[in-house]
């Protein structure tokens, strides 16, 4: 008798304990924390390197008399007085600008760049024809060179943001230091060449230029920004420039009494670029 009624203690008691440790205050987890996600914005000042392909476009030169000099008789009457020239090569530089995004996220975009870029566009093209048929083997020979040592711009940009995504229309000055030469020589059969006319520049043109491109902002997060504080920035762009036309002088190149000025070759400096850019982008986001 004395057992079960110790048994039936002890199961009141373990009952009676669980009811009060039911009745005691729960500790619960703390309700999360929302921290909004900071939009990202343009806005601010960048700077970056660039490289890419550049291109003239499809020119002819024509090389004409002036001051009735005869001229036309070496030059246009047998065909040398034409030449079609194309130039092509690799540019690389840097840029540098700033933009204003009116709306964080998604929105338009405004900003100014200068950049500019080595280029290494050159072409020498000679086109010959005889003098007199083919007898006597005289042979006239116009030759014409055209280079792009540099091209510079100063432009405006104006784009729409996708939030990291940039696409974006740009336009503005150009200059770019251009060299042009050209020159005509006569040549016959065991008689040292001659040099007939030649003349040339080397100076600073200015122009415009016009194209767009698209551009992504790197998260803060990725391995290649390794400024977690700002952006780094990826474009591709098309840049159309166009540095004008000129004439170049070509003058009596040797000792027979002649105008002093004989004929005038016309060049014209126009073509384009396709570039990829890396930009660091100051700021604290």
Known sequence: ??????????????????????????????????????????TGFYAGIQAGYAFSDQQTIRTT????????????????????????????????????????GSGLVFGVETDIAYTDL?????????????AGGSLITNTTRQSLDFLGTVRGRLGYAFDRVLVYGTGGFAY???????????????????????????????GFAYGGGIEYALPTESFLNVFRSSAVTLKVEYLHY?????????????AFPRPTVDAVSRFRSEGSVVRVGLNYKFGTY
Not at 13 to 18: E, N, V
Not at 69 to 83: H, W
């Open 1 to 42: 008798m004395y057992k079960i009624l110790l048994g039936f203690g002890t199961v009141f008691g373990l009952m009676t304990g669980a009811a009060s440790a039911a009745d005691l205050p729960r500790r619960s987890a703390p309700p999360p924390v929302f921290v909004p996600v900071q939009p990202f914005t343009w």
């Open 65 to 104: 008399e002036v001051n009735g000099s005869g001229v036309d008789l070496f030059i246009s009457r047998i065909g040398t007085g034409s030449l079609s020239s194309r130039q092509q090569g690799f540019a690389v530089g840097g840029q540098a600008g700033y933009n204003y995004q009116l709306t964080p």
């Open 122 to 134: 050159d072409k020498t093209r000679r086109v010959s024809g005889p003098l007199f048929g083919g």
């Open 176 to 206: 770019g230091n251009v060299r042009t030469e050209s020159s005509t020589t006569f040549q016959v059969a065991a008689i040292p060449t001659l040099d007939l006319y030649a003349g040339g520049i080397d100076r600073l043109e200015t």
């Open 242 to 254: 166009d540095l004008n036309k000129r004439n170049v002088s070509l003058v009596n190149a040797n």
